[in-house]
Structure formats: structure tokens, C-alpha cells
């Protein structure tokens, strides 16, 4: 069964469970996004993705709204597009880091979508304040968690609590005062962090950074391939030491590598 | 022999195998037999829990407001002279009649004569009150429930119907409140309670409530407006075994207390609506969330669903009907954004309170992903008026679009506060001046706060507006839960703005980026504003910001947070602009703008007590002649560059003699 909708005058044709974001993708229309994530149910934090279904006191997001029939959307009218621009200036001027520091993978998200939108850099600041600096924990041999480049868009929480099912990465405080901490506010080796790099994979602005990866790439590509690694699965500190394994830090970085890469292949966990 | 327990041996009814007449029987009965004994026994039994064996009823209001007004040693001082003067008599501790302006309230009232209400009781006045109406003379009174002529005095006391607070009032959701005692549900079925579930569950089948409901036109209480009948119908159609029915009493909006009040004085009333609704929507398992802040009302609510329970009317099987429902009391951890229906339920599953987006709605996935329903205090407590009374009656008060009553709370500069239950539709200017009388002092009537932070901030020229909810809408308010804040001229708009940002980012859940880093922005720009640091590009920058916050946030409380400054800036840009570009605040509240203090030479003694205030050595003093004596005198002088205005030395100076300049 398909129902018909129109995304920017353009008539399509779609299935009923689809979200707006689903039939724009599938048809070549492109709306902006940042905090949705393919592996993720999508939770509308940032904001980014709003489109207009001509409703006067409100806009919606086009990665949370399931399609209906005869719905009519516009992705990039000038109120979705100046809502879309105070979004990204409200995340940029209220960065706790220097804005050109944010990478993944060689993008700059944030800036990318500045320019993207139009956002000049030489514009009125809309908050004065920045997010109070917090300090980089480095401590986790494999992953390093820089909180200042945070944008709080939830992805490393979704990934820690939807994926992995963890629970050691949640939100703390609220309003303009939330965080993202690791177990009660810990650094990521006493908080029950088992090292499994899911945050890294999924965190857009290099908040979560995978350390070890980057130093031993060619090493890991090696060993997966010959499938000789002994997934230890990612056994938290206090089941490491009931098990007699050694504490996190004394694992060679390389192994803890390879650990982290082999059990995020392992999805649905079949191959433990 | 109480109330609640069987009249003799032919009643059949049980716990396990309960009589669908149960209720109805307690006040009429004994219905399903004729025994003349039966009868006088439960005649006595009604009589005896209204003015117990000495044939007097007095009774305190002990609600939240009655106790911070000092209730608590005058109930005390009650029970001490009547232990001497009438043993046996009842002494009861009701919720509040909506008047606080007027507690402590005391009413006696000796069974067949006058019933009397004190105002402003203490416990000295107590001996006094009791001695003059035993001795047959309400003299003293602040109002009489009615008047039987058996009392000297009646003439010169009026009828509380007949005094302005409750004279325009329609009351429904409360008027037992302030009555009965909310802790015994022998006084609710007294007062015709569980009438309306023994009618719902004997006679109509559940689309028929729900088609009542509708026809009543009742609309959600809680804010929205959103049709009552319709939700509960939505609820219904959602396939599944497992439904949840959820009572939201988490009120939380500065200046709206009508749902504490309620369920503080009349819990039965939440309680059996919530019945009725889960009954309607089909089910079997319901929640009140309660906000913890708010004690007294989460105790109330415990204390009725216990007793329910124990006399068959929640648990399996209720009144034979083949129906079953429980019902847990939770308590909330106090965030605003409960009110939002999504945070709510995940605060009941034991999640951090953040929305979700809707769709799914509630109805369709919502506790525990299962079709669920919520409705607010007030909701519930009109239902059982409508499913007893039908709904025609129920639509014979309100205005076309909305039926009904609701109840409003004023507060702020306003003679009469309190809760005042109208048909909907009646005018702000009644309900400010002609109820609550008004600004006190003989200040300027400014603007009213409508709706808490969610609300907009209306002048006078709205004042003519009728109060629902799409006049509200247009105006840029919203009737939210129907707190309504009076200002007078000395209330300074721009920090009135301030307060309820301020209140809306501390709110905030931090989920959504306009909502976290926008409302903080907007409260940055409107300190600088207050601060005297304000620039002409600010309100551009506020109306740009208020627009995607509006436009864009994941949930209604920051889809209606840019509200109190989006109406402020549409009624009073005047004051703003005082602010920024006159430099000066209109209300002299703003204390930055003030110049400084200034001395009055003629009022100042010498006596050297505001230097020993200041902290910062601003205060020196020279030598002078008194003008009429010729002695000399020391006189204090301010040195403007060392002062740094924190006003100590004006509060302390005992002649009035230092003085502020704007």
C-alpha cells in the first residue's frame, strides 16, 4: 500500500511507515540533518531537520514524523530556513571549543551546515556564553572524550543505551545545564565503560574520539581480516578483574583496538 | 454502626460479592428491603458523621493555604474548648472554599440552625466565636451558609453566596471543597459522591459515557483544550487487552494552585472521575501523578484511593460491574515539563522526564507503549457532575465553543486572591475587579499574567475579552491551567519577562537545541535589557529568537516558553524601550537605572545608624545648625562614587530620610 504526499511541489509516492526524512532521502531531496543517525531510532533533538506542513504555530521535524496521506511539506521555505540558521548559530556561538576543531573523519559538521545555510561568520552573536569548559579525559586508552566539542545531540547516548545496551552514557542536569556523563559523572574507565567505541562511531563533532584506531588502523585491518582475534567481548572493569583478566590499562593498546573493532561487527552480539 | 458497613443481615453485599447499589444504599437505603430500623440506623449513622454525638459540626480549613495562614493552632485551640464546652461535637479538618484571602475560615454550624463562617480566625478568638453562636447569636460572622432565622444577629451577616467573591461564581469541580472532610469518604457519599460510577457502571456502557462526555462539550482543564469525549474515544478504538488511565495532578505553573486545591479538598471527586474515565477508555490500571512539593494533596489522594479500595470501590469487580481498576499514587520529582504528556510517562517508567515526539501519541503508544490516556485534576472533577447530572444540564453555563466552568487562580497585586470556579467565557474585568476587587492600595491596574510561562501578559484594553480558549489564542495568551497574576503600575514588564524565562530555562528539559541554548539566549538578552545594558538590536535579536523557538521546539514547553515576551513586546514595547534607549525603568524596579540615594536634610537626625549599614564607607557627615533650634547638628551625605546602591542604608534609616534617585 503507498500513500501519496508532496514534498516541495513535488508529487510522491511512499509507504505509510516512512518518515518524512525516509521519502525526501529516497527522492533526491535534500534536507539537512545532524543528530539522526542511520543505526538510530531517530529522536528529534536538534532541530535541524524541521520542514514546514503549513501548520501556523509550529514546524516539524522531518526525521521524527511519520508521513500521511496528502500531507504536503516544504523542506526549504524561508521561515524552515531561517529556523534551521538560529539553530546552527545557537549551537555554534555556544560552543565550548574553537568551532574549526570539530571533525569526524576529515568533516566539520557544524561549520559545514554554516555554510551550507548561509550562517556568516562575522554575524551578531545570539548567546555570549559559552558551555563551561570541562576537561578532556584521555585516560581510556581507546577512546578520548573531549566534552567541549559536544553539541548534545544524543547520539553517543543512544548508541551506549539502543546498541550496545550498555547504559553508561546518559544525561545529567537539565536545560541550559545538561551534560552528557559517563556512568555517575566518572571519567570513562570507572564509570563501567566497556571500551566499545560506539560513541566514537557515531559522535559528529569528535567529542568521542576513537584513539586507537587511529594509531594501529593498518594493524587492525590486518588482523580482522585473518579472523585470529580473540573477541573478549567488552567485559566491564569489575568483571575483568573477577575473570583474572588485567585492568583495561595494562591491555597493549593494539589488542584493546582490535577488541573494540571486533564487537562492533559483532552486532546482535552472534559471534560472542 | 459506620456508614459504610451493612445494615443488618438481609444485605447481601460483600467485598467479593458486592451490590451494584452499594453506594446509593448508604444515603437512601436500605433499598433492597423495607425495615424501618435499618433506615433510622442509617439516618444516625449520617448524622452522627456530619455532627457527631453532640449535634455539632465545626469544621477549619486546613487546606496547604489555611495552614501557612496559621490554621494548625487555632484547629488545635478548636479541639481544646470544645473538649469543655461541647463534648462529642465534630470537628473537622476541610480543604479550602477558594478564599484565601480570608483564612484561617472557621464554620460552625449546630444541626437544624445557622451555619457561620469566621474569617481570619486565631486561636485567641476561638472561646469567643464558640461561647457567642451557643449562646444562639452569629454576631461576629464573616458570612452565613444560609439563613434558618433561629440565630439573633442574622440580619446584619451576610449570606456568603451574596459577598463579590462568590456571588459571580459557578462552582462545580469545588464546591465541596471547603465543605466536607477530605479524608473520610463517608462525607463524600454523603454529599451524593460515587452516585455517578454507580450510574456509569449500572446503566451506560462505556460509548456511552464517552458520548455523555462529548455532548458536555468538556474541554482538558490542564492547558491545551483539547476535547475530553474525543480522547477518551481515541483511547477506546486503540486495540489491546492493557490500557492505562493516568491523572496528571504534577501542577507546577508559578501562581496556579487550582489543582492542589481540588484534590486537597476533595479527592473522592479526582478520584471517581479517574474511575469513570478508566471505565471509558477501558482500563485497568491507572496513575496519579502527584507532585511531592505539594504533600498534603499527594497524602489526600493516598488516603482516598486506600479508602476506595477497602469499601470495593477500586479492585476487582467494582459495585458488580464485572469492571476492575487499580490505582498507585506517584509521586513526581517536581518538573515543570511534566506537563508535557510524553515526559510525564517516561518519568512514571522511571526515565529522566524528557518528551518524545508525537506521533505516536499517548492514545495510540503511550505507558509502557500501551494506549494510554491523561487527564488533569480539574478534568476529572467535572466528570462525575456530567455523567450524574447528564450533560445537558452541564451545558447550560459556559460559552458557545466551550461549556462548562473553570476554576481560576488569582494572584498578585489583587484584593481577593484565591480560586474562583465561573462558566468559562466570563470576562477578565469580572473576574479581576468584580470577584477579586481589584488592585489593592489604590495602584494602577498595569497588565494580568494569563496561563503561567506559558501564558502572555494581556493589558487593559483586553481586559473585555471573554476567557476561553481560542479568544485567549488569538490574543497571544493562553488559558493554560488558569493562573492569572495581576500587576500593578509598580510591577516593571521587562522584569516580569525576565522572571518567566528565567523560570522556562531552569525548566527546560535541555533535549532540543532551541529550547536548551535558545531560552538561555533570550534570558541573556532580557538581563543585559534590565541591567541597563540593553542596544536597540535586542528586541530584533528577541523576536527572531522567540520565532524558531516557537516554530521549532521538540514540545509544547518550548513551542509556548517565548510567549511572555512575544506579548510583552506586542502590548508594552514602550517599557522596553525605556529601558534601552531612555535609560531609565518606568516601575523604578530595575535598580541599576536608579541614580543613587540622596539625603533629605530635613528628616536626617545625625544618628549615624545608616553609616553603620553601609559597606562600602559612602556615608560621611558634616556639621550644621538645626534650622528651628540653632544647635548644632550632624546631617549624612552620600558619596555617589563610592555608593554601590544596595539600598541597606534606606532600610535601615528610622526617619525616612534617605531617598532614592531616578
Keep these: 500500500m503507498s500513500v501519496e504526499i508532496t514534498i516541495d511541489g513535488r508529487k510522491l509516492s511512499a509507504r505509510p511507515e516512512q518518515t518524512i526524512l525516509d521519502v525526501a532521502q529516497e527522492n533526491g531531496i535534500h534536507i539537512p540533518t545532524l543528530c539522526t543517525h542511520p543505526k538510530l531510532t531517530p529522536t528529534g533533538v536538534c532541530r535541524i531537520c524541521v520542514v514546514d506542513l503549513g501548520r501556523k504555530d509550529r514546524l516539524e521535524a522531518a526525521c521524527t514524523t511519520p508521513i500521511y496521506k496528502g500531507m504536503v511539506v516544504e523542506t526549504a521555505n524561508e521561515r524552515v530556513l531561517e529556523s534551521r540558521r538560529v539553530v546552527v548559530e545557537l549551537l555554534l556561538d555556544n560552543l565550548g571549543a574553537d568551532a574549526a576543531t570539530l571533525d569526524k573523519d576529515g568533516v566539520n559538521v557544524l561549520l559545514d551546515l554554516a555554510e551550507e545555510l548561509g550562517v556568516k561568520p562575522e554575524r551578531r552573536r545570539l548567546i555570549t556564553g559559552s558551555r563551561p569548559k570541562k576537561p578532556v579525559d584521555a585516560r581510556n586508552p581507546i577512546i578520548i572524550r573531549d566534552p567541549d566539542k559536544c553539541i548534545l545531540c544524543g547520539r553517543c547516548v543512544s548508541a551506549c543505551n539502543e546498541l550496545r545496551h550498555y547504559g553508561v552514557l546518559n544525561y545529567e542536569g537539565r536545560g541550559y545545564d545538561m551534560n552528557i556523563v559517563s556512568g555517575v559523572e566518572q571519567a570513562l574507565l570507572e564509570s563501567g565503560c566497556a571500551s566499545c567505541g560506539e560513541c566514537t562511531e557515531v559522535c559528529p563533532t569528535g567529542a568521542f574520539r576513537p584513539l586507537a584506531r587511529e594509531l594501529v588502523q593498518g594493524e587492525i585491518d590486518g588482523v580482522i581480516k585473518t579472523g585470529s582475534v580473540y573477541p573478549a567481548s567488552s567485559l566491564t572493569h569489575s568483571a575483568r578483574s573477577k575473570l583474572g583478566l588485567p585492568p583495561l590499562e595494562e591491555v597493549p593498546t593494539l589488542e584493546l583496538a582490535l577488541i573494540a573493532e571486533k564487537t562492533r561487527k559483532c552486532e546482535g552480539g552472534e559471534q560472542r | 454502626m459506620n456508614l459504610m458497613d451493612r445494615c443488618c443481615d438481609k444485605c447481601t453485599h460483600t467485598t467479593t460479592q458486592p451490590c451494584p447499589d452499594y453506594v446509593t444504599c448508604r444515603t437512601q437505603g436500605p433499598l433492597c428491603h423495607s425495615d424501618d430500623g435499618c433506615r433510622s440506623r442509617i439516618l444516625g449513622s449520617i448524622d452522627e458523621t456530619l455532627y457527631g454525638k453532640a449535634g455539632l459540626r465545626v469544621t477549619v480549613g486546613t487546606s496547604t493555604c489555611g495552614l501557612a495562614s496559621g490554621a494548625k493552632p487555632v484547629y488545635d485551640a478548636l479541639r481544646e474548648q470544645l473538649s469543655a464546652k461541647a463534648p462529642g461535637a465534630k470537628l473537622v479538618r476541610t480543604g479550602c472554599m477558594g478564599s484565601c484571602y480570608a483564612e484561617v475560615m472557621v464554620e460552625v454550624e449546630q444541626r437544624g440552625s445557622t451555619p457561620a463562617i469566621y474569617s481570619g480566625v486565631t486561636p485567641d478568638k476561638v472561646a469567643e466565636i464558640l461561647d457567642t453562636y451557643l449562646s444562639g447569636n452569629v454576631g461576629g460572622a464573616y458570612a452565613l451558609r444560609s439563613k434558618t432565622g433561629a440565630m439573633r444577629g442574622e440580619d446584619s451577616i451576610p449570606l456568603l453566596d451574596d459577598l463579590p467573591f462568590f456571588k459571580h461564581q459557578e462552582r462545580d469541580a469545588i464546591k465541596s471543597c471547603g465543605l466536607i472532610d477530605p479524608k473520610s469518604i463517608e462525607e463524600y457519599i454523603i454529599a451524593g459522591g460515587y452516585t455517578a460510577l454507580t450510574r456509569a457502571l449500572k446503566e451506560m456502557t462505556p460509548e456511552q459515557v464517552i458520548d455523555e462526555v462529548s455532548k458536555a462539550g468538556l474541554r482538558g482543564r490542564g492547558g491545551a483544550g483539547f476535547p475530553t469525549g474525543l480522547k477518551w474515544k481515541l483511547c477506546r478504538q486503540v486495540p489491546g487487552e492493557t490500557k492505562y488511565m493516568i491523572c496528571n495532578a504534577d501542577e507546577g505553573d508559578p501562581g496556579a494552585f487550582m489543582n492542589r ?11 471517581e472521575g479517574l474511575i469513570i474515565a478508566a471505565y471509558a477508555i477501558g482500563a485497568n490500571m491507572g496513575y496519579i501523578f502527584v507532585r511531592a512539593e505539594k504533600p498534603l494533596m499527594a497524602e489526600h489522594l493516598a488516603t482516598a484511593i486506600n479508602d476506595a479500595r477497602r469499601r470495593g470501590l477500586l479492585g476487582e469487580n467494582i459495585l458488580g460491574s464485572g469492571f476492575s481498576l487499580d490505582v498507585k499514587p506517584m509521586l513526581s520529582a517536581g518538573a515543570f515539563v511534566c ?107 498595569k497588565a494580568v499574567q494569563i496561563g503561567g510561562p506559558s501564558g502572555g501578559c494581556l493589558p487593559e484594553g483586553r481586559l473585555d475579552l471573554p476567557l476561553d480558549y481560542e479568544t485567549l489564542q488569538d490574543a497571544g495568551a493562553i488559558m493554560g491551567s488558569g493562573g492569572i497574576i495581576v500587576l500593578d503600575e509598580d510591577t516593571c514588564i521587562v522584569d516580569l519577562a525576565r522572571y518567566f524565562l528565567n523560570f522556562t530555562t531552569a525548566e527546560s528539559c535541555g533535549k532540543c537545541t532551541p529550547c536548551r541554548v535558545g531560552l538561555k539566549a533570550m534570558l541573556d538578552v532580557v538581563e543585559r535589557i534590565t541591567e541597563g545594558e540593553g542596544v536597540p538590536e535586542d528586541l530584533d535579536t528577541l523576536r527572531k529568537l522567540s520565532k524558531t523557538i516557537a516554530d521549532s521546539s521538540l514540545c509544547a514547553l518550548g513551542r509556548t516558553a517565548p510567549n511572555p515576551v512575544t506579548s510583552t513586546l506586542t502590548y508594552f514595547l514602550d517599557e522596553y524601550q525605556a529601558h534601552i534607549t531612555g535609560g531609565t525603568c518606568p516601575s523604578r524596579l530595575c535598580k541599576h537605572f536608579m541614580k543613587g540615594y540622596t539625603v533629605d536634610v530635613a528628616l536626617c537626625k545625625g544618628c549615624e545608624l545608616c553609616a553603620k549599614e553601609c559597606t562600602s564607607e559612602a556615608i560621611s557627615f558634616s556639621q550644621a545648625r538645626d534650622a528651628k533650634t540653632g544647635k548644632p547638628v550632624k546631617k549624612a551625605t552620600i558619596d555617589p562614587e563610592r555608593c554601590v546602591r544596595c539600598g541597606r542604608c534606606e532600610t535601615r534609616c528610622p526617619f525616612g530620610a534617605i531617598k532614592e534617585v531616578w
Design chain 2, 261 to 271: 486545591l481540588t484534590a486537597e479538598g476533595d479527592p473522592h471527586r479526582v478520584l
Design chain 2, 339 to 445: 506537563g508535557e504528556e510524553t515526559a510525564m510517562i517516561a518519568a512514571i517508567e522511571g526515565k529522566r522526564a524528557m518528551p518524545r515526539p508525537r506521533p505516536p501519541f499517548p492514545a495510540t503508544r503511550g505507558l509502557w507503549d500501551m494506549p494510554t490516556t491523561i487527564n488533569n485534576v480539574e478534568t476529572l472533577a467535572h466528570v462525575p457532575t456530567i455523567i450524574a447530572g447528564g450533560a445537558d444540564a452541564y451545558t447550560k453555563v459556559g460559552s458557545a465553543k466551550s461549556k462548562g466552568t473553570k476554576v481560576y487562580c488569582l494572584a498578585g497585586k489583587v484584593t481577593r486572591t484565591g480560586a474562583a470556579e465561573v462558566p468559562v467565557g466570563m470576562t477578565l474585568r469580572q473576574l479581576i475587579f468584580d470577584i477579586g476587587g481589584g488592585v489593592p492600595g489604590g495602584k494602577r491596574f
